[in-house]
């Protein structure tokens, strides 16, 4: 299957960068996907998978949470601040962190359910109006209050502009990382994630190219 090859071509990139394999996780991004290719790529073996809406999450993971061990389910879409608390319960990861206010949102709710998952930092290294995203030159400061939350930051995540070369964007995230001490960076999409492992990305988001073209409506 897909995944198969997605699999190969990740060790194989892996590889090429000089990085040791296993190096780089891949994180199916099962949106809009119907059933049963879902439940294919489970049935192979593969565990780690993104959502980028919780409603949709809600409605189709905890059912297959019951049927497969060992799944991992990432956030990998804006957050409201009055999903979170749902989020929270049903991600292992919430890579869009983008903004103060819902850091100190997702303080207090850890607070109260005793909890968090792991946490990523998006950054809009585009600097695009329309995305979601802490700007590149705000980054440093809304990680600083993460960690002053005592929030579980444990990287930095972005969705480069679709009409430039990702790679520079890919560079920036990572020094963006380097410079804050993070070790996670998801970055890299079905058509760039070769070029994302090459920049250092410990995760790589593929969604069409694991499961075929999304089918909307
Ligand atoms: C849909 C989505 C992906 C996967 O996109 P493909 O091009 O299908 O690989 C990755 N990251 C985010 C944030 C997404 O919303």
């Known amino acids: 299957m897909a995944l198969d090859d997605i699999v190969a071509r990740i060790r194989a990139a892996e590889a090429k ?6 190096a ?13 290719r879902i439940e294919a790529v489970l049935a ?3 565990r780690l998978f993104g ?3 919780v409603q949709e999450a809600a409605g189709k993971w ?24 749902q989020a929270m319960q049903l991600f292992d990861c919430i890579e869009t962190v983008d903004r103060p206010k819902l850091a100190r949102t997702l303080a207090r709710l850890s607070d ?9 930092v998006q950054v809009n290294t585009g600097e695009e109006p329309q995305k979601a995203g802490v700007l590149p030159g705000d980054a440093d400061a809304l990680i600083a209050e ?3 939350l005592g929030l579980p930051v444990v990287g930095l995540m972005c969705l480069p502009p679709a009409d430039e070369e990702p790679s520079l964007h890919f560079a920036l995230l990572a020094k963006i990382a380097a410079r ?13 994630f070769e070029r994302a492992i090459a920049q250092g990305a410990t995760y790589v988001r593929v969604g069409s190219a694991v499961f075929g073209e999304r089918v909307y409506g």
């Open 17 to 22: 960068a000089g990085r040791p394999t296993g």
């Open 24 to 36: 780089v996780r891949l994180v199916a991004v099962s949106k809009v996907q119907p059933l049963d």
């Open 44 to 46: 192979a073996g593969h």
């Open 51 to 53: 959502e980028n809406k």
């Open 62 to 85: 905890p059912a297959l949470r019951d049927r497969f061990d060992g799944v991992e389910l990432h956030l990998v879409g804006p957050l409201q601040t009055n999903k979170a608390r």
């Open 112 to 120: 109260e359910l005793g909890t968090c998952p792991r946490l990523m």
């Open 146 to 148: 993460c960690r002053t």
């Open 180 to 192: 804050n001490g993070l070790d996670e960076l998801s970055m890299g999409m079905s058509a760039d």
